[in-house]
């Protein structure tokens, strides 16, 4: 009986532990470099993998759908150069996240990342 009360109890612990974490995160939105045209995206990423979108410039963006913070899954968008370099990240730290809209400009060396996605698309030359 004994056994019995402690398998039930961790399949209780495991069920709570998941409730409101979802099976995959919806990525939407785009990325445009220099007032270009954008590359538009919308993706359904499982729960513990990983997609990586390559625009023609070889700016890349890395859309996870559990990046770790601490011991919480958390969602997170990554914005690398073509060279490598880590232009941002964004991590969505709020608890069972299942949609995320987002959109990057990239406008020479200056980045701009607005979350959710805008109606309008900022532009480079907006002054």
């Not at 968008?77 to 069972?96: E, N, P």
């Not at 996240?97 to 907006?126: E, F, I, N, Q, W």
Request: hydrophobic content about 40%; proline content about 6%; overall charge positive.
């Amino acid at each position: 009986m004994k056994r019995f009360v402690t398998a039930v109890l961790c399949l209780c612990v495991a069920i709570a532990a998941s409730a409101g974490t979802p099976s995959s995160v919806q990525f939407s939105g785009l990325v445009r470099s220099n007032d270009g045209m954008p590359t538009r995206f919308d993706l359904d990423v499982p729960t513990g993998q990983q997609v990586t979108l390559i625009m023609g410039d070889g700016t890349r963006l890395e859309l996870a759908a559990s990046g770790r913070r601490g011991h919480a899954r958390t969602p997170m968008a990554q914005l690398v150069s073509a060279k490598g370099k880590v232009l941002h990240t964004a991590t969505f730290t709020k608890h069972g996240v299942a949609v995320v809209s987002l959109d990057y400009v990239v406008c020479g060396k200056r980045v701009m990342y607005v979350s959710p996605a805008p109606s309008t698309m900022p532009s480079c030359h907006a002054g």
